[in-house]
């Protein structure tokens, strides 16, 4: 496969890939554990958001996998409801991790309290997150608007090599 064709591909399904937990937006110590919040995408948006929380033994850095994990979301206007969700396993495509997906409804300043528990042990992590306005939707779509003149441009490449090798051939 050609190297161009290649690049061409990664640039054009970069925006599809996804990693496994996002940015570090903050990373504690509480008790006996070391909680570490992050997200994605970057920066956050309005819309849908993957909050991932990993939990950890603060002496030997080890995953804990049977705790709760749950996350409050405030926005700076009180006027706006709160959200609070359970991260689980499930969400999460690192099974050491515990995500859950949010639908982020409004800009501005959101804090984030969470809250990790397993028997009586608490454990808390809180920050706050900057949340922008949603991209517009050509931002979404524009790979679609891309791909006909991709595809011109292919063809243009192809009758133009086919017509320098047709030359070749004649003299």
Known sequence: MHPLFLLIL???????????????????ID???RITAFSEPTPLRV?????????????????????TVSLL?????????????EATHENATNQMLYSSLIDLP?????SVEV???RG??????????????P????????????????ALVLIMINQWLQRRHGQKQVQ
Do not use: C
Request: proline fraction near 5%; charge should be negative.
């Open 106 to 110: 409004a800009s501005g300043q959101w």
């Open 73 to 85: 979301l405030k926005h700076e206007n009180p006027d706006r409801p709160s959200i609070l969700i």
């Open 10 to 28: 990664l640039t054009a399904f970069n925006s599809i890939a996804r990693a496994d937990s996002g940015v570090v937006r903050a990373s504690a």
């Open 135 to 150: 991209l517009p939707m050509v931002y979404e779509l524009w790979f679609w608007f891309i791909l006909p003149i991709l």
């Open 120 to 133: 009586e042990e608490l454990g808390r992590l809180s920050f706050v997150a900057q949340v922008a306005d």
């Open 47 to 67: 819309g849908l958001a993957d909050l991932t929380v990993l939990v950890q033994n603060a002496e030997d850095d080890e995953p804990i996998l049977n705790a």
């Open 115 to 117: 809250a990790v528990m």
């Open 31 to 33: 008790g006996s554990w």
